[in-house]
């Protein structure tokens, strides 16, 4: 009897593998981000699914030529993410002087720095980004130009 369950058991934990093997496959997701005809360097690309449990977030950063490969949090480097359909948000951030001065406690005078949106903000959120793909079984290119 308890060889039968055991047998039994296997076939369970089998049948779980094999049906849960291709939900955390992923495809490769690469792409060029341009904004008014040039590449965007050091801009974080994020792919977020639409439905939650159906697909995997992922995120890249831009190189110097605008590419990104993107890959999922706990994936492999630049292996893409999982079949779904995803929004998309693109942002970057440069820091700018203020104007201000600031003393520190070594004495040493420096400019106060803040950070601004160096890209059109409606990228920056999944609310108001007009950006959306479906991720496929198979190599993905997605090159995204942004306009203000």
Known sequence: MQKNILVILGFVILFFAAGCGDKFKTYPVTGKVTYKGEPVAGATVSFN???????DDGYARTDDNGNYKLQT????PEG????????????????VPTGRKTTESTGTVSEEMRSVSA???????ALTSPLSFIV?????????????
Not at 73 to 76: D, R
Not at 83 to 92: I, Q
Not at 119 to 125: A, D, I, Q, V, W
Not at 136 to 148: A, F, G, S
């Open 49 to 55: 699914p639409k439905v939650e449990g159906q697909g």
């Open 73 to 76: 949090q706990l994936g492999k």
């Open 80 to 95: 893409g993410t999982t079949p779904g359909e995803y929004y998309v948000r693109v942002s970057k951030t440069d820091l």
């Open 119 to 125: 890209l059109p903000e409606k990228y920056g959120s």
């Open 136 to 148: 496929e079984k198979k190599k993905n290119t997605y090159d995204i130009e942004l306009t203000d």
